[in-house]
């Protein structure tokens, strides 16, 4: 069972997994998977085309297109923005040129950052507020600017990490001490 708000319109055929809560103003498509235990607050627009996680926060006022997989843990800051066509034009349709875009496990894209069509977040990914990511992201790295460059990177618990930006080397999450090794240029938590 999930709480659905009474101002929320959810169209017949979305799957919509247990626990999860749908509030004010929320329009999800027939078409449209949301997993388990996710969120998504006042104003937001679900698509046909979308896959959506388990444990998803989804902030107000974010509109997930076509072509848009969320995987489990990820967190979409208000107003932050997808794509789906990567030139647009009024008078020309592209509906069939719709570039797909894929957010890896437990990324955290910022308040008011804009995404554009066609790219890969990579897992525990950390998009900064404002940042306009145009390109692949890798795992565990920190991007801010426009256009989106990395500058560090991140653990799973969200905390940067002391590295520099190519290795090898190791750092310790300064919370929860789990250890983080950099080879070359990308970084993997150690087991």
């Known amino acids: 069972m999930f709480y659905q708000h009474e101002t929320a319109v959810i ?12 509030w004010h103003f929320v329009h999800v ?3 449209a998977r949301i997993g ?3 969120s998504l607050g006042q104003n937001v627009f679900v698509g046909n085309r979308v896959v959506i996680g388990d444990n998803v926060k989804i902030q107000n006022n974010v509109s997930i297109y076509d072509g848009v997989t969320l995987e489990d843990d990820v967190f979409c800051g208000p107003s932050m923005v997808f794509t789906n066509v990567y030139n647009p034009r009024s008078a020309v349709s592209r509906k069939d040129e719709y570039r797909d875009t894929v957010v890896r496990r437990g990324a955290t894209l910022g308040a008011n950052c804009t995404i554009v069509c066609g790219v890969t977040i ?7 507020a404002g940042a306009v990511v145009n390109r692949d992201v890798k795992p565990y ?3 801010a600017g426009v256009p989106a ?6 653990s799973q618990h969200g905390e940067r990490l ?8 190791t750092a310790a999450c300064p919370h929860t001490g789990r250890l983080y090794i950099l080879h070359s240029d990308q970084v993997t938590a150690a087991e």
């Not at 990579?122 to 900064?128: H, K, N, P, S, T």
């Not at 002391?162 to 080397?169: N, R, V």
Request: hydrophobic share 35%; glycine share 22%; aromatic share 8%.
């Open 11 to 22: 169209d017949p055929g979305a799957q919509i997994g247990d626990g999860s809560r749908i």
């Open 29 to 31: 498509c027939g078409g």
């Open 36 to 38: 388990r235990d996710g």
């Open 122 to 128: 990579g897992e525990y990914a950390f998009v900064a």
């Open 141 to 143: 790295a920190l991007m």
């Open 149 to 154: 460059r990395q500058i560090g990177w991140m």
């Open 162 to 169: 002391d590295l520099p930006l190519t290795g090898p080397t």
